[in-house]
């Protein structure tokens, strides 16, 4: 199984949450960990994970992306593109298994806007197979860092993946 991971990070905790789903999922093939600003093409892999900073509800804009960097220092190159840009770029999946996840607020008020699943709806539309729901990590603030528990949620839910593409074994055939 060959996955592709693709994220987008403003402050690096978007980049963290990807580190560990690439780990999870390692154990299952080859993994290819990538920011978005490689633009990398999503060919000949199995699986492609895209993820980012959920920004006013949703993906990042240019507009967005610069007053995250007016709230604080951002990784290098950060600004330059996100996974609106990557998706808008992105050619046709003919059936690639996708999924997407954010990073978002730890607050109790849940805003109803995500990335992740805006994300994946685009996804779709370009011809990928869903394979799990878009989740969402929480961080304790724009800034970081991961709220408690969600680093090892992370490498869990990259572990769960990997489960929904591992071929089935015919009956009566030793592995």
């Not at 980049?15 to 093409?41: F, Y």
């Not at 220092?73 to 298994?97: C, H, K, M």
Request: net charge positive; with cysteine; hydrophobic share 45%.
């Amino acid at each position: 199984m060959r996955t592709l991971v693709v994220y987008e990070s403003m402050f690096g905790n978007s980049a963290k949450v990807a580190e560990l789903i690439a780990a999870g999922l390692a154990g299952q093939g080859e993994v290819t960990l990538t920011d978005v600003r490689e633009m990398p093409a999503p060919v000949g892999f199995d699986l492609l994970v895209l993820g980012g900073p959920t920004h006013a509800f949703g993906m990042s804009r240019p507009a967005t992306r610069a007053d995250a960097a007016r709230q604080g220092t951002v990784r290098p190159g950060a600004q330059t593109s996100g996974i609106r840009e990557f998706l808008d770029g992105a050619p046709q999946l003919a059936g690639i298994a996708v999924t997407a996840f954010d990073t978002r607020m730890n607050t109790a008020f849940l805003p109803s806007g995500s990335a992740a699943r805006k994300a994946l709806r685009r996804l779709r539309g370009l011809g990928g197979r869903q394979i799990a729901e878009a989740e969402s990590f929480r961080v304790t603030s724009a800034q970081g860092p991961l709220a408690p528990g969600e680093a090892e949620r992370a490498r869990r839910w990259g572990a769960t993946l990997a489960g929904f593409l591992v071929p089935a074994r015919a009956p009566g055939r030793a592995c």
